[in-house]
């Protein structure tokens, strides 16, 4: 199992390093579990690996859905299911797939109609129709008596102990009314949504049979959402509101899961149940898992990830919990890194056209073929359309231009040919790794007779007949030289390229692999290629960093420019997860041996500013000392000390919050502080904060902000006139996008300070 692991993280390593050296140009995951019945497809997933509606119980649910979505006339009580069939029919694709959509801005083309049940929304219509069957249904229920199941608050005094409720989704509501606030169809949509919500809570809890019912209600709403936010004209609003939706889909995803795993089989009293809760520790462990996943929502600290983790393991990949376990891996170790290249970037990266000029010796029909030749060659880039791999062709096309004498015996014969090849090379990126098939090429080959010498030339009669002659066989042989030429054009072009481009390639992506890869490796990240996608366009890589016990993305990114040459977006998950991996908790450092214990933990080369305090040492808290959070355009710094210290002056329990705003310059992303450091804690109440706010403005020094993108990127002169088009900071994510001037939407802003040059370095000697 071991030797497998490691195998496998070493193909995955292979794949993302020739992926980002492909980028450069020369300059197995933490949950493993058997695939149930697919649930609901995560954000990074195609619609199409989601089973239809009507597959999920063909028997049951699938009539239940058609009378939900009746508008009128009563809804029987069916009978319920089978545990493992008891959940809510899928929605529908549309909303799981959040790359379909454009989180800035939806264009006209792109929006769809609006269902006709989303008028019903609007107020002056009365009660919502969800409302009305939420109600219908649960009424019907409780009269069914014997037939149905009872809500817990009907249960006789001394029946089995509850079984565990839905938990709080506290961040989910906040988020629903924050977004409630525009009034109007959104408002309405919020409105609805946490009614629906309210009502799922209402039930007794995963266990009880009607929560699958009312979790078809709450799933419609995301449909719902997803298409309002397409009519909204506010583009920001509309992000909120498919933010808002998603949400309520990841939730939809695991109480579902939840529901599956512990509804009873058909005719079980409540007491059954509730007492299977009690006796039964995977089944428990789901209900612990999902209040373990709202502690997360709303505060995806490392300690609420451990718990997240530790409910995970108590579920157990052979009990019915392990369906709850994959749509937690679905939606909350989702990739948290994206890279997309576009075409025109590698082509930037590919070497100029070449021209080669020499003389040529060779053998043409058994005749020996002398003369100069010059060959013109330049490089392109094709992709070739896949949903698993990265494919690429590389394209050598060249042109021949040559001056030969032919000589067989008293002739010679002066030629003058142009021959044009093109040599195709494919290079593969898979989850085996890095791939290379054999180079094939394609030629044309045109040859003049420029002049005919006979060694007869000086006797009039005999040198025209010879000339004559060496004419005609000249062209009776022209088509078979011609077929001759243009394989041995192609051989030669095949052999050079695979000769010259495996070595190449092989080289830069080792250059990764040590700049990059193994860094992560190296920090317990577990580095894991989630997914691969080649359009005819772009190549996309998605990344999971998480390492034991950690998570990953949980929220839908922002979607990058469709016209970006480079689009990067990093989720605050994997930063945090490095964070964590610095082994930074309850140590105390100076300042330059916690910059040189960073830079090595990321093997890049330790060098530190002249002017960072040398006299300061940090003592850092037991627990998560270090966090970055991405929020309204920030990114946040929270720093957490147990102490400061410095020559003169000490402090204790201090924590240092710092917000950086992302700023676009050109070809170049700054993080630019974004106002004072702001200080809390016990320790530094009613004391004076100046000599503190002092240290503090050093180690986060206002006029230099950090540079995103590396040197060797923008100072590239390939890159001259590329401007970055994107720098966004929202719902966790951190997004990065290079593109052609002429696709910025308005002039890119400079920084408040201007980007001044790097200041004087110094090395940290070891």
Same mark, same amino acid.
């Given at each position: ?56 119980? @063909? ?15 009563? =809804? ?58 939420? %109600? ?64 799922? $809570?209402?039930?007794?809890? @995963? ?14 709403? +995301? ?55 009690? *006796? ?6 789901? #209900? ?19 718990? !997240? ?45 070449? !021209? ?12 020996? +073929?002398?003369? *100069? ?16 791999? =990265?494919?690429? %062709? ?9 001056? *030969? ?32 098939? /054999? ?40 088509? %078979? ?98 964070? %964590? ?14 910059? /040189? ?7 890049? @080369? ?37 102490? =400061? ?10 924590? #240092?919050?710092?917000?950086? $705003? ?13 106002? @004072? ?51 966004? #900071? ?31 370095? /110094?090395?940290?000697?070891?």
């Amino acid at each position: 199992m071991a030797a497998a692991a490691g195998a496998s993280q070493a193909r995955y390593g292979r794949v993302v390093v020739v992926f980002a050296a492909l980028v450069a140009g020369g300059a197995a995951g933490p949950l493993r579990l058997p695939p149930p019945e697919p649930l609901l497809a995560s954000a990074e997933k195609s619609p199409d690996t989601t089973t239809p509606a009507s597959e999920t119980n @063909p028997d049951g649910l699938r009539l239940l859905a058609a009378r939900v979505r009746q508008a009128g006339g009563p =809804i029987a009580a069916p009978t319920p299911v089978a545990s493992t069939d008891s959940t809510a029919p899928l929605p529908g694709p549309g909303w799981t797939d959040p790359d379909s959509v454009n989180w800035a801005d939806v264009p006209e083309s792109e929006r769809g109609p609006l269902r006709d049940r989303l008028q019903g929304l609007r107020g002056e219509r009365g009660p919502l129709p969800g409302e009305r069957l939420l %109600e219908r249904l649960r009424g019907e229920l409780r009269a069914a008596g014997s037939g149905g199941r009872p809500h817990a608050d009907a249960l006789a005094p001394g029946s089995p102990p509850s079984a565990p409720a839905w938990p709080d989704p506290a961040r989910l509501r906040d988020q629903l009314e924050r977004v409630g606030k525009a009034g109007g169809d959104v408002g309405a949509w919020t409105k609805a949504t946490l009614t629906h919500l309210s009502g799922v $809570r209402q039930t007794a809890g @995963p266990a009880d049979g009607t929560a699958a019912y009312a979790l078809i209600l709450l799933g419609e709403d +995301v449909d719902a959402g997803m298409e309002l936010a397409d009519r909204v004209p506010d583009p920001t609003l509309a992000t909120e509101v498919r933010r808002a939706a998603l949400a309520v889909a990841r939730r939809v995803a695991v109480w579902r899961a939840a529901a599956a795993a512990c509804t009873a089989p058909a005719g079980s009293p409540v007491g059954d149940v509730t007492a299977a809760f009690v *006796t039964d520790p995977a089944l428990t462990a789901a #209900a612990r898992l999902l209040d373990a996943l709202e502690g997360f929502e709303s505060a995806p600290a490392a300690a609420a990830a451990a718990r !997240v983790h530790a409910a995970l393991d108590a579920c157990g990949p052979a009990s019915p919990s392990s369906a709850v376990a994959r749509a937690v891996g679905d939606h909350y170790l989702a990739p948290n890194v994206r890279i997309a290249v576009h075409r025109g970037l590698l082509e930037r990266l590919l070497p100029d056209a070449t !021209v080669d000029s020499g003389p040529m010796q060779d053998v043409v029909l058994g005749r020996q +073929v002398r003369g *100069t030749r010059r060959v013109e060659q330049s490089l392109g880039v094709r992709f070739v359309p896949d949903p698993d791999e =990265i494919r690429v %062709e590389l394209l050598v096309d060249g042109v021949v231009t040559s001056k *030969t004498v032919t000589e067989s015996g008293p002739v010679a014969i002066h030629s003058r040919g142009t021959a044009e090849f093109t040599v195709r090379k494919p290079v593969t990126i898979s989850a085996d790794g890095l791939g290379f098939g /054999r180079a094939v090429g394609t030629a044309s080959n045109a040859s003049r007779l420029a002049d005919i010498q006979t060694d007869f030339d000086s006797l009039p009669v005999m040198g025209s007949l010879m000339r004559s002659i060496a004419r005609n066989q000249h062209d009776d042989l022209r088509a %078979e030289a011609t077929r001759e030429v243009n394989d041995k054009v192609i051989i030669r072009a095949c052999r050079e390229v695979d000769a010259q481009t495996e070595p190449k390639i092989r080289e830069m992506a080792e250059q990764m692999a040590a700049r990059a890869w193994r860094p992560l490796v190296s920090l317990g990240l577990e580095p894991t290629v989630a997914a691969l996608e080649t359009t005819a366009d772009t190549a996309t890589a998605r990344i999971r960093l998480a390492g034991p016990r950690q998570l990953a993305a949980h929220t839908p990114r922002p979607r990058a420019p469709t016209d970006a040459l480079l689009s990067v977006q990093v989720h605050e998950s994997s930063v945090n997860n490095a964070c %964590e991996r610095f082994g930074l908790a309850g140590r105390r450092l100076t300042v330059e041996a916690l910059v /040189r214990t960073i830079c090595d933990r990321l093997g890049v @080369p330790p060098r530190i500013p002249d002017d960072l305090p040398t006299d300061v040492e940090v003592a850092f808290v037991a627990e998560e000392p270090l966090r970055i959070d991405c929020r309204d355009g920030l990114v946040h710094v929270r720093m957490a000390l147990e102490a =400061i210290e410095s020559n003169r002056r000490a402090w204790y329990d201090v924590v #240092a919050h710092v917000a950086y $705003r992302p700023v676009i310059a050109g070809q170049q992303v700054f993080l630019e502080r974004e106002g @004072p450091v702001r200080l809390s804690g016990a320790g530094q109440k009613g004391r004076m904060e100046i000599p503190l706010r002092t240290v503090f403005g050093k180690i986060f020094p206002k006029d230099r902000p950090v540079p995103l993108l590396p040197a060797a990127l923008t100072g590239d002169r390939r890159f001259a006139g590329v401007q970055a088009v994107q720098a966004v #900071a929202i719902d966790g994510w951190l997004a990065l996008a290079l593109a052609e001037p002429a696709s910025a939407a308005a002039p890119t802003p400079a920084p408040t300070a201007a980007a001044p040059a790097p200041p004087a370095q /110094r090395a940290i000697r070891r």
